[in-house]
């Protein structure tokens, strides 16, 4: 059952680093569940304090996934249409690999804006708001999914 555990905890760590970065997938939550899983085995135990404090960070982290693009808009003058085109520009931009993410989300923010009605400078600043909270989110989910693998292995590499 030990082996399972930790082949699981595995794949739901590697999901998660991928939720990083691919925004239908929660990343964090897999990640999270992966050191669960690995925590349940017999052979490896964290602490509790160790499980609440990521935890918590978890939370934070998923508020602020869907929180700093539409701040990053707000903050450089974005309407709702900006936050919705960076989503769909973002969804399209899978299609392309990385470059295209980032391009599909600044792109749909500019796009919505454009069809909100403002004019294209307007429209060029919140998409860059925009684009700015998604890296920013991606950037701190890339972290926490790369520690949480961090601990998968040092705990591996510590029971063999």
Not at 83 to 88: A, E
Not at 133 to 139: E, K, R, V
Request: aromatic content about 16%; overall charge neutral.
């Amino acid at each position: 059952m030990d082996i399972f555990l930790i082949i699981l905890a595995g794949i739901f760590l590697v999901i998660g680093l991928l939720g990083a970065v691919i925004p239908i997938l929660p990343g964090l939550p897999f990640s999270y569940i992966g050191l669960l899983l690995l925590h349940f085995s017999s052979k490896i135990e964290f602490t509790l304090t160790f499980l609440i404090v990521w935890l918590i960070v978890v939370i934070v982290l998923q508020v602020l996934d869907n929180v700093l693009p539409a701040w990053g808009a707000k903050y450089f003058g974005g309407s709702k249409w900006g936050v919705w085109g960076s989503f769909v520009g973002l969804f399209v931009g899978l299609f392309f690999g990385p470059i295209g993410i980032l391009l599909g989300s600044f792109l749909g923010a500019v796009v919505g804006e454009l069809i909100y009605g403002k004019p294209i400078e307007e429209a060029a600043r919140s998409g860059f708001g925009t684009f700015i909270g998604f890296i920013a989110s991606t950037i701190a989910k890339l972290i926490i999914s790369g520690l949480f693998i961090f601990y998968y292995i040092k705990e591996l590499i510590n029971i063999l």
